[in-house]
Nanobody, 127 residues
Framework: VQLQASGGGLVQTGGSLRLSCAAS????????MGWFRQAPGKEREFVAF????????EYADSVNGRFTISRDNAKNTAYLQMSSLKPEDTAIYYC?????????????????????WGQGTLVTVSS
């Protein structure tokens, strides 16, 4: 399984971007897909996740109400629509996939819950 993240770039404060994460692989079936981000000098942190076969998504408090995660199962692609961007949203954004169930929704907020990762896409928000 390979995950390809794209859509990052430079945007002004208050602007919007949409990130995409395309999954490929002969037998790819996700249980959940998530977005994480890592700013310089900081640990990778949870942003959002969506279950792949149920309508359930959760967000970090810092992005709730500004970011929306969605998926297109037919295209094996997850999206992260980011609005009202702030300079503190500047980071490398990573998408991740978990291909097995048997975890809690809480654990899907953690790096360790995912077994596949994309290469990251840089989002820079200028003030």
């Amino acid at each position: 399984v390979q995950l390809q993240a794209s859509g990052g770039g430079l945007v002004q404060t208050g602007g919007s971007l949409r990130l995409s994460c395309a999954a490929s692989g002969r037998t790819f079936e996700a249980y959940a897909m998530g977005w994480f981000r890592q700013a310089p000098g900081k640990e990778r942190e949870f942003v959002a996740f969506t279950l792949w076969s149920r309508s359930r998504a959760e967000y970090a408090d810092s992005v709730n109400g500004r970011f929306t995660i969605s998926r297109d199962n037919a295209k094996n692609t997850a999206y992260l629509q980011m609005s009202s961007l702030k300079p503190e949203d500047t980071a490398i954004y990573y998408c991740a996939a978990r291909t097995s169930s048997g975890t809690t929704l809480y654990r899907l907020r953690t790096v360790g819950a995912y077994n596949y990762w994309g290469q990251g896409t840089l989002v820079t928000v200028s003030s």
